[in-house]
């Protein structure tokens, strides 16, 4: 008898209840391990999005106040060809009308424009660089600014400074409250300043 059921055990067919609970538990282990690792790859994705973001914002601001500065005098005399007052650059130069006029000026966020911004720290001001041509209305050029910085070297050249944050924080990162910053930094040599007598 003892021998019958010893081979009436061996040939059961079919799976335990207990070997369906380590089955559920070992799937259950690899999906949560899986899912982990996509939403930590995903926010690293996002992550790099934003900083990619603001390094073009940065490189495309300071490429079109460059392009533009670079034309500062042409054509002109007896007019300045840029000013620098704080935060504003005025740059002047004759192409469509006696003297152009182009405008780089900072512009803080709104109300709305800040509630846009979670987790930003109390205080904390966010500004639009505009650019404004002749009397043609002020376009936002580039967000999240947080500093710009022009200083003449000499009569021709020029160092502008650019700093940007992302618009969004990264709970992996400390500083600035999760925050990232970027700052960029050119020097534009202003090239018809030495022909119109400046």
Sequence with gaps: MQIFRLQRLRNSRGTSLLEVLIAALITGLITTAAFKFYTAMHHQAETQYEVSEIQHLCRASLHDMKKTLRMAGYKLTGHPSYEIKGDSLAIYFSASQPVDTFLY????????????????????QLWKLMKQRNSFPAVVFSNCITDINYTAVNSDNMIIVITIQTSRSDDTYSPNNGFRTYSLVERVNIRNMRYNGA
């Excluded at 000026?105 to 904390?124: C, I, N, R, S």
């Design 105 to 124: 000026f900072l512009e803080e966020y709104t109300y709305d424009e800040y509630a846009q911004v979670p987790d930003l720290l109390q205080g904390k």
